[in-house]
């Protein structure tokens, strides 16, 4: 893991809002929620870190086909709101997969010339004897994880172990739970060091409260997650959840109503 008192280069990091779901319910969220039937938004996020005179995407969002599947709206494409930024998907060099959901992996022919980096545990998962079961594969795709078969066999996937440096300031780390290959980022900004958690966390609540979120694959490391996520970023302050609206709200818009600048301070929790 990286010391927290390494010098070098800061990051600013981008949140692009792609898709959301305002149907969404509190029990589809929470295992054993007191209220299930309450509304609760989810949004989509995927999310670029740009310094160092470089670009690093992180996640490619979700193919619109896939989010009318599974009664998601489509805002907008993220190779799009990536121009907005100044930073062109067919020329990019560099994409983490935090984990292989088809909410992450909907865009990966927008960047031909990038090597992708992922836990090695998420490509022995989503190829393994756990996509048997319904409950296990119900949130991946096949002709997407194809894909990945593919750009493992032409040299551009790059399976790595539970902590490994992608550049200076930017490191990702296994934590489990939502997936067998969950894994968070960890960017150092000009604020300190930020913890994008990806779906380690789908909302703040569940690292407020100590509950997991209901699409699980090992509940006990999705809770131990919490502390790792802790022990990765400088305050609570510095934790970003991958679906929650209180993002939208707490952070400032940039460019357009559905980018938001993320290595700034919140506004408030």
Known sequence: ?????????????????????????????????????????????????IGDGRAIVVDTGMDPQKAAKHGHTHLLSPVQALATLGVDAATADTVILTHAHYDHLGYLDA?????????AEEMAYVTGPW???????????????????HLLHGGRLSLHGRDEHIAQGVSVHWVG????????VRVRTGRGWVVLASDALHYYEEYERGIPFAVAFNLSDMIAAHDR???????????????????????????TQNIFRLDVSPTRR
């Not at 739970?177 to 968070?184: P, Y």
């Open 177 to 184: 739970g939502h997936c067998a290959g969950q894994e968070v």
């Open 111 to 119: 960047f031909p010339h990038a090597r992708f980096h992922m836990q």
């Open 229 to 255: 996520i802790r022990a990765l970023a400088d305050s609570d302050d510095h934790v970003l959840p991958a679906h929650d609206p209180r993002i939208a709200e707490i952070y400032p818009v940039e460019n």
């Open 131 to 149: 996509m048997e079961k319904p409950w296990f594969r119900r949130a991946y795709e096949p002709d997407e994880i194809s894909r990945l078969v």
């Open 1 to 49: 893991m990286p010391e927290a008192a390494e010098k070098g280069a800061t990051w600013r990091i981008y949140g692009i809002r792609h898709a959301t779901n305002k149907e969404r319910r509190r029990g589809q969220n929470f295992i054993l929620e007191a209220d299930p039937a309450a509304p609760q938004v989810l949004d989509f996020y995927s999310w670029v870190l």
